[in-house]
T-cell receptor, first 113, second 113 residues
Framework: DGGITQSPKYLFRKEGQNVTLSCEQNLNHDAMYWYRQDPGQGLRLIYYSQIVNDFQKGDIAEGYSVSREKKESFPLTVTSAQKNPTAFYLC????????????FGPGTRLLVL | AQSVTQLGSHVSVSEGALVLLRCNYSSSVPPYLFWYVQYPNQGLQLLLKYTTGATLVKGINGFEAEFKKSETSFHLTKPSAHMSDAAEYFCAVSSSGYSTLTFGKGTMLLVSP
């Protein structure tokens, strides 16, 4: 069954702690994306990657880090430098090609204790 | 830079009534435009997209949208609302050389019996 999986569904972070959100896809997509969603704010791009071992900052990259060691995986780390991490995080992927569609995973909700 | 404006954070309709969700965009290049739907605590699902060709685009679940270049608009319509249409809807425009998307802030569609 092809798709994008995100884990965990809910994640709790203590103050000063780094946490890592997982995103895996078996669609053989080239590009992967991380978005943050806050109520009334739409989706804001954190990081994206179009090829293994390369990634670009989006609009709100501060306090986040990523890696792309494998084509199918694009984990996002929320560092302690991110002062307001409570949000819904969405991962997406697509084939390269300007008309290609982004497909989304089910999301991870991060809460701060 | 690209941007998307969705007029109305909430739209209420009665079941069976016309649905009209408004989207205006700005883009420095020929735009590719997308509408996504999001149900509570889920990822985004593509409804329809415009890239090139016919300006009236039909999507899933009876939705359609018309690209109007002169008005820089891409409004989403459905002739008859169903209770299952209640969700949040996002309009997006391609950006960064067509490698990323810029999203509007979303419109919550409420359907009453």
């Amino acid at each position: 069954d092809g798709g994008i999986t995100q884990s965990p569904k809910y994640l709790f972070r203590k103050e000063g702690q780094n946490v890592t959100l997982s995103c895996e896809q078996n669609l053989n997509h080239d590009a992967m994306y991380w978005y943050r969603q806050d109520p009334g704010q739409g989706l804001r791009l954190i990081y994206y990657s179009q090829i293994v071992n390369d990634f670009q900052k989006g609009d709100i990259a501060e306090g986040y880090s990523v890696s792309r060691e494998k084509k199918e995986s694009f984990p996002l780390t929320v560092t302690s430098a991110q002062k307001n991490p409570t949000a819904f995080y969405l991962c997406a992927s697509r084939l390269l090609g300007i008309q290609e569609t982004q497909y989304f995973g089910p999301g991870t909700r991060l809460l701060v204790l | 830079a690209q941007s998307v404006t969705q007029l109305g954070s909430h739209v209420s309709v009665s079941e069976g009534a016309l649905v009209l969700l408004r989207c205006n965009y700005s883009s420095s290049v020929p735009p590719y435009l997308f509408w996504y739907v999001q149900y509570p605590n889920q990822g985004l699902q593509l409804l329809l997209k415009y890239t090139t060709g016919a300006t009236l685009v039909k999507g899933i679940n009876g939705f359609e949208a018309e690209f109007k270049k002169s008005e820089t608009s891409f409004h989403l319509t459905k002739p008859s609302a169903h209770m299952s249409d209640a969700a949040e809807y996002f309009c997006a425009v391609s950006s960064s050389g067509y490698s990323t998307l810029t999203f509007g802030k979303g419109t919550m569609l409420l359907v009453s019996p």
